[in-house]
């Protein structure tokens, strides 16, 4: 039996963005999967093309009951359910930020203690680092220390961390820690409400051509965006060679400003969009990426689609889901 073959594995928050293309990998590795959802920002359609060969738990994580029961006989589990949103969001919505998840992160690893789960990956944030006073903004894993976050979210994800630590050092869970940095592609939600910088430019580019693109700040903050097919590629080796529970960073080396990201967009796009600079809005931090020295190192691997490449691919999909042909 190979490292995936025939494992039971759970994923929580599978039919989410990330989680729905984690889970259609698992089923070509053979894995048995299980997916855990509450459906709150998942959606059924993004497990559609494979939902008959896998087992649904429609289950609320905020409750223990319900993260024992999912976890029952369970090989592996990724822990990717958490309350996120866009950037509007994640300076708002303080409480929501953060109550659901530490729940839900403190009540799957006590599940999986008692269920003997055999390894556990939990999925942490670029948002555990806080804005550095130098230019350079290119985060090392131990920047988070001590930490700092911006925001409730950003905390959450530094409690379940040291939560993976303490369930490790005391009870042996194998566990990986992966601070994701800025995941796009397709099934990323593309209400406005919610959506991140590239849906939501997506979303404009397709539907309302001649409305000006909003950006809020100058344009000159960075970021680097990794495609979700990388990220999924980065979850599954980090699983395979992280036992631990010390973290590491995943994400892309292309890093751009979001003002070239724009005219990417608009490029792809084939249309006249012009673009507006909005100075009094939230602007987020002005450059995040990943120092990715740890990744390259531990997994032996970088991430492989170009942000053209990816970003074609998501623009194709997102035309697909918002213009009814
Ligand atoms: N997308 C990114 O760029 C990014 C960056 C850093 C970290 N992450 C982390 O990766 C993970 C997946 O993110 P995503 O972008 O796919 O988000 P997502 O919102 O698409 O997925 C989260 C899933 O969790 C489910 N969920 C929420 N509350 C739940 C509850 N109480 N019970 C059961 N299920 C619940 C949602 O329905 C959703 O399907 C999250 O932990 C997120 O914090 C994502």
New binding site residues.
């Given amino acids: 039996m190979t490292f995936w073959k025939g494992k039971r594995i759970l994923v ?2 599978g ?5 729905s293309h984690l889970v259609k990998k698992l089923l070509d590795l053979e894995s048995e999967v299980y997916v ?7 959606k059924r359609k993004n497990l559609e093309p494979f939902i008959d060969r896998l087992h649904l738990y429609t ?4 409750k223990l009951e319900n993260c024992l029961s999912v976890t029952k006989g369970i090989d592996y589990v990724f822990h ?5 949103g866009g950037i509007l969001y994640i300076v708002k919505e303080n409480v929501d930020g953060l109550v ?1 998840s530490v729940l ?1 992160n403190t009540h799957m690893l006590e599940a999986a203690r008692t269920n003997d789960v055999e390894r556990f990956l939990f ?4 948002c555990v680092y806080s804005e550095k006073k130098s230019k350079l903004n290119i985060f090392r894993e131990k920047d988070a220390n001590p930490a700092n976050p911006l925001t409730t979210y950003g905390w959450a994800k530094i409690i379940g961390e040291i939560a993976c630590k303490a369930y490790y050092l005391d009870y042996r869970i194998k566990s990986s820690v992966v601070r ?4 796009y592609g397709e099934n990323e ?1 593309l209400d406005p409400r919610w959506s ?1 910088v590239i849906p939501s430019l997506l979303r404009k580019a397709i539907l309302y051509p001649k409305e000006q693109f909003t950006i809020f700040g100058n344009g000159q903050q960075q970021r680097a965006f990794l495609y979700v097919q990388d990220c999924v590629e980065g979850l599954i080796l980090s699983m395979e060679k992280i036992t631990d529970a010390e973290p590491i960073n995943l994400g892309s080396e292309e890093v751009i400003a979001i003002s070239e990201l724009a005219k990417k967009i608009i490029n792809i796009s084939d249309k006249h969009i012009q673009v507006r600079y909005n100075l009094s809005g939230p602007q987020g931090t002005h450059r995040y990426c990943a120092d990715t020295t740890k990744m390259k190192k531990i997994l032996k691997w970088s991430p492989e689609t170009s942000l053209d490449d990816g970003l074609k691919r998501t623009y194709e999909w997102a035309r697909r889901e918002l213009i009814v042909e």
């Fill in positions: 929580t928050g039919a989410g963005f990330i989680g855990a959802d509450n459906f709150s920002r998942g289950v609320d994580l905020t990717l359910a958490a309350s996120v659901p839900m999925t942490s944030s670029a994701i940095f800025s995941a939600n991140h």
